[in-house]
């Protein structure tokens, strides 16, 4: 069973202009946040499993993704 | 969880003995190398009862350093892992009839995926092993399978600017690894998503309870303090038995709290934990107000809405307290249900409390 946590409050950013589709994020996120699409650029499929464990974002080589757990 | 870790050398008498699962050793270029049993013996399965219940919980670290799996040559894989004894024993049972390297790095015998998020596993102590331990001449390739779980603390493209090492993540679970590995390194989106089930629930379980149990001695004490209030003449032995009756469904609310809405978590309504502990401290008040009598309760309609808040409240704050120990929980998700619902837990325990005062009187 997939469970669900609060909506709407994870603090996930994603600049798609610095992606380079290397597809890092989607291999260390433990929730499937990311999908990447055939334009060779990834998405945010599903930011609201996202559980701000920050992988993606200290992995990202190019910095294209931001996790700030606890702001706003 | 330990929050200061000694130095490795002060600490040697913290690591639990694993002289038994060493079966072997093999050469290597950089010296003889520990090889260890992909199968528990007793006292694993002790060490990981004693952990489960939280005896000795932070002496569970074991020596950092290479181990070797099987027969591992030049070009066998190798694994990096927390210096966990639970952890290291849930990954060995897993690498039978496999040949590979294990380097273990110093997470303070944390977990991986907590020390990750604490910043113990990191690149920095990565690259440190690597050196120490002479990786560099034990392989001829030059590439690390971390667990995924690892990721949250290590930026893998620093690994191989500082030391020539490739990191690619493995599976989340040990038991994909032969998978994984059978596979090209390649892991499947299934194999890449945590998952939170019963057994895994009903593991943490144990924690929580011991946890909370603390705060029996205070339950008791601020009944017996209560029951002071115009008490009639009580005995102080009867006082001591009113004190305790009065407790026990408190003491059920933290079985509730700490182990039947964990294992119901996915059956009970709401996203919000201290939503779901409130509608389960809501069904417990019921469920009180039925059995007044069991408690030694008045049944003056004070004291009964006195009950149900506190309980209501405190089943509601051991819930929202499990957030700390799910696989799915975000911090800004807990941050926001702690700012709603802990003033709202504060204020109904309150007007409980100043009820059960009231009460005393009315009672009267």
Same mark, same amino acid.
């Given at each position: 069973?997939?469970?669900?946590?609060?909506?709407?409050?994870?603090?996930?950013?994603?600049?798609?202009?610095? +992606?380079?589709? +290397?597809?890092?994020?989607?291999?260390? +996120?433990?929730?499937?946040?990311?999908?990447?699409?055939?334009?060779?650029?990834?998405?945010?499929?599903?930011?609201?499993?996202?559980?701000?464990?920050?992988? +993606?974002?200290?992995?990202?080589?190019?910095?294209?993704?931001?996790?700030?757990?606890?702001?706003? | 969880?330990?929050?200061?870790?000694?130095?490795?050398?002060?600490?040697?008498?913290?690591?639990?003995? =694993?002289?038994?699962?060493?079966?072997?050793?093999? @050469?290597?270029?950089?010296?003889?190398? %520990?090889?260890?049993? !992909?199968?528990?013996?007793?006292?694993?399965?002790?060490?990981?009862?004693?952990?489960?219940?939280?005896?000795?919980?932070?002496?569970?670290?074991?020596?950092?350093?290479?181990?070797?799996?099987? &027969?591992?040559?030049?070009? %066998?894989?190798?694994?990096?892992?927390?210096?966990?004894?639970?952890?290291?024993?849930?990954?060995?049972?897993?690498?039978?009839?496999? @040949?590979?390297?294990?380097?273990?790095?110093? !997470?303070?015998?944390? &977990?991986?995926?907590?020390?990750?998020?604490?910043?113990?596993?990191?690149?920095?102590?990565?690259?440190?092993?690597?050196?120490?331990?002479?990786?560099?001449?034990?392989?001829?390739?030059?590439?690390?399978?971390?667990?995924?779980?690892?990721?949250?603390?290590?930026?893998?493209?620093?690994?191989?600017?500082?030391?020539?090492?490739?990191?690619?993540?493995?599976?989340?679970?040990?038991?994909? =690894?032969?998978?994984?590995?059978? &596979?090209?390194?390649?892991? %499947?989106?299934?194999?890449?998503?945590?998952?939170?089930?019963?057994?895994?629930?009903?593991?943490?379980?144990?924690?929580?309870?011991?946890?909370?149990?603390?705060?029996?001695?205070?339950?008791?004490?601020?009944?017996?303090?209560?029951?002071?209030?115009?008490?009639?003449?009580?005995?102080?032995?009867?006082?001591?038995?009113?004190?305790?009756?009065?407790?026990?469904?408190?003491? =059920?609310?933290?079985?509730?709290?700490?182990?039947?809405?964990?294992?119901?978590?996915?059956?009970?309504?709401?996203?919000?934990?201290?939503?779901?502990?409130?509608?389960?401290?809501?069904?417990?008040?019921?469920?009180?107000?039925?059995?007044?009598?069991?408690?030694?309760?008045?049944?003056?309609?004070? =004291?009964?809405?006195?009950?149900?808040?506190?309980?209501?409240?405190?089943?509601?704050?051991?819930?929202?307290?499990?957030?700390? %120990?799910? !696989?799915?929980?975000?911090?800004?998700?807990?941050?926001?249900?702690?700012?709603?619902?802990?003033?709202?837990?504060?204020?109904?325990?309150?007007?409980?409390?100043?009820?059960?005062?009231?009460?005393?009187?009315?009672?009267?």
């Amino acid at each position: 069973m997939h469970m669900q946590y609060l909506q709407g409050v994870a603090n996930l950013y994603f600049d798609e202009e610095k +992606c380079i589709g +290397c597809g890092i994020c989607i291999d260390v +996120c433990p929730h499937e946040v990311f999908e990447l699409v055939n334009k060779g650029k990834v998405i945010i499929r599903d930011k609201d499993s996202c559980m701000e464990c920050g992988a +993606c974002a200290l992995n990202c080589p190019v910095a294209a993704v931001e996790v700030k757990p606890g702001v706003g | 969880m330990p929050t200061t870790g000694p130095t490795e050398i002060e600490a040697a008498s913290c690591y639990v003995d =694993i002289s038994h699962a060493i079966n072997g050793s093999i @050469d290597s270029p950089a010296g003889p190398v %520990s090889r260890i049993a !992909t199968t528990l013996a007793a006292q694993d399965i002790l060490h990981d009862w004693h952990a489960r219940w939280s005896i000795h919980r932070d002496q569970f670290r074991i020596p950092t350093g290479i181990y070797a799996v099987g &027969n591992p040559g030049e070009s %066998s894989p190798v694994l990096v892992t927390a210096n966990y004894k639970l952890t290291f024993d849930k990954l060995r049972i897993e690498l039978r009839e496999m @040949d590979l390297w294990i380097l273990v790095i110093d !997470t303070k015998g944390v &977990n991986v995926w907590c020390s990750a998020g604490k910043g113990t596993f990191c690149a920095s102590e990565i690259i440190n092993k690597i050196r120490q331990t002479g990786l560099a001449q034990i392989v001829s390739h030059r590439q690390l399978i971390l667990p995924q779980l690892a990721a949250p603390g290590v930026a893998a493209h620093t690994i191989s600017k500082a030391a020539g090492f490739k990191v690619v993540y493995g599976p989340i679970k040990a038991r994909d =690894i032969p998978a994984f590995i059978a &596979n090209g390194y390649h892991a %499947s989106p299934v194999m890449r998503r945590v998952t939170f089930d019963l057994a895994e629930r009903i593991v943490l379980t144990p924690v929580e309870l011991l946890m909370s149990s603390k705060l029996i001695p205070i339950i008791v004490i601020m009944f017996f303090l209560i029951n002071l209030i115009n008490n009639g003449g009580l005995s102080l032995s009867q006082m001591l038995k009113v004190a305790g009756f009065n407790s026990l469904s408190y003491i =059920i609310a933290i079985l509730i709290g700490c182990v039947l809405v964990p294992v119901m978590l996915p059956l009970i309504p709401f996203r919000s934990f201290a939503a779901k502990g409130a509608l389960a401290g809501i069904i417990w008040s019921l469920i009180v107000y039925r059995l007044g009598d069991v408690f030694m309760y008045s049944s003056s309609w004070t =004291i009964m809405l006195a009950h149900s808040l506190l309980l209501t409240a405190f089943v509601s704050f051991l819930a929202l307290n499990f957030t700390g %120990s799910t !696989t799915y929980t975000s911090f800004s998700g807990t941050q926001k249900e702690t700012l709603q619902a802990v003033p709202i837990q504060l204020i109904a325990s309150l007007i409980g409390l100043a009820l059960l005062v009231i009460g005393r009187f009315a009672w009267i």
